[in-house]
């Protein structure tokens, strides 16, 4: 109500020039407006724009969030797709009681999770997988990226998406035992793992 | 010099903090919003029985939308005779591999038609340009227009070209 409101106290008839102004003033409204007010008005309003700016704001980390469960990038996309499509229909749920960000994050790694069991995707790796190779063309810097990135494929989900969701998406414990369903100190234990795996994997660094 | 194990983790830690998050593939976010306004449409979809008059269809149309609910493209609907409806959503062929989601390289059967007019099929893209808006039609700053009664948003530039 609020977006509308604003929208049409700036908003009068006006020529093209004035059309293009006011349509540059009225996206620079939404990319300012928070992720909760913005939920609010594509909650109570169908606002698509509202939502898109949020799609905008947050799909490259639930992608990344998705990529850390699935492992295929063209999975991770249908499931950061799926996932955005779950929060759209589900918007007038959302109470507030987390941040947006967390919300569309429980979202998509539940999508995410249902896309590699339902492809039976969901096998536990070799412990002893190989380490991967980088590029000799690369440079040290993005060798170590290369490197990361593969031996991350390597680690079990749910050692993987702790790490992606804890060092890439830098999210505090505490979400992310929210966003997992189990307790912080098993949150730490797998974190603990993971990098014990990718020291391994990665040969001491 | 070896690293001791606290100091192995640390490095990783740091490591991986210096990863940003992978961009998300081109087309994800055009693929969510026009699987939102393909869905969007469904109500529209399912309101379109053939017992109906397109004149009742309409009329329930803007009793939804005076009543704040329903999807924008009615609006469209509603001012224009039903065929702007079916512009809401464009559908594109996106081949497999090209690193669009899903949905978009899925998306390639007709939408379904919304309405009928004078017995005849709806057409598959909006009309051109139909001339002013609709009596009563204010502009916002978004580009759009916001219908007389103040409460819905429609989003169709075919509408606003005066």
């Known amino acids: 109500m609020a977006s509308n409101a604003a929208a049409v106290g700036v908003g009068t008839a006006v020529d093209e020039r004035g059309a293009d102004a006011a ?53 991770a996309a249908d499931a950061a797709q799926e996932g955005l499509l779950a929060a759209w229909r589900a918007r007038a749920s959302f109470r507030g009681e987390s941040a947006v960000y ?16 339902g492809r039976e995707r969901a096998v536990a790796l070799d412990e002893e997988a190989e380490a991967p190779s980088g590029g ?14 593969d031996a991350l494929r390597l680690l079990p989900t749910e050692f993987r998406e702790a790490a992606v969701m804890a060092y890439i998406l830098k999210l505090p414990i505490s979400q992310i035992a929210e966003i997992t369903g189990v307790p912080e100190n098993t949150v730490k234990t ?16 | 010099v070896t690293a ?7 490095a990783l830690a740091a490591a991986l903090c210096e990863l940003e998050p992978f961009d998300a593939p081109a087309g994800l976010q055009v ?36 009543s704040g609910h329903g999807p924008p493209g009615l ?36 939408l379904p038609r919304v309405f009928t ?7 598959d893209r909006a009309p051109a340009p139909m001339g002013p808006a609709a009596p009563g039609f204010r502009w916002l700053p978004t580009g759009s227009a916001i219908s007389p009664n103040g409460r819905t948003i429609v989003r169709n530039r075919n509408l606003l070209d005066a």
């Open chain 1, 23 to 75: 349509r540059r003033e009225s996206e620079r409204f939404y990319r300012q407006a928070s992720d909760a007010v913005l939920m609010r008005w594509a909650a109570e309003r169908d606002d698509e724009m509202a939502f898109e700016q949020l799609v905008v704001r947050y799909q490259s980390r639930l992608y990344t969030l998705a990529l850390g469960v699935c492992r295929s990038p063209q999975e």
């Open chain 1, 102 to 117: 967390h919300w569309l994050c429980k979202i998509t790694r539940r999508k995410a999770i249902d896309s590699i069991r």
């Open chain 1, 136 to 149: 000799d063309d690369h440079t040290a810097a993005t060798t170590l990226r290369v490197d990361l990135v």
């Open chain 1, 190 to 205: 797998r974190l603990f793992r993971a990098r014990a795996r990718l020291a391994a994997l990665l040969g001491g660094v």
């Open chain 2, 4 to 10: 001791r194990p606290p100091d192995v983790h640390a």
């Open chain 2, 31 to 66: 693929s969510v919003m026009r699987a939102i306004r393909a869905e969007q449409l469904a109500p529209v979809a399912a309101e379109a029985e053939p017992s109906v008059s397109l004149r009742e269809r309409l009329r329930r149309a803007r009793e939804r939308l005076a």
């Open chain 2, 75 to 110: 609006v469209a609907a509603a001012a224009t005779g039903g065929a702007m409806v079916l512009g809401m959503v464009s559908v594109t062929a996106i081949p497999p591999g090209s690193g669009a989601p899903q949905a978009a390289r899925t998306q390639t059967a007709p």
């Open chain 2, 117 to 123: 007019l004078g017995g005849r099929e709806a057409p």
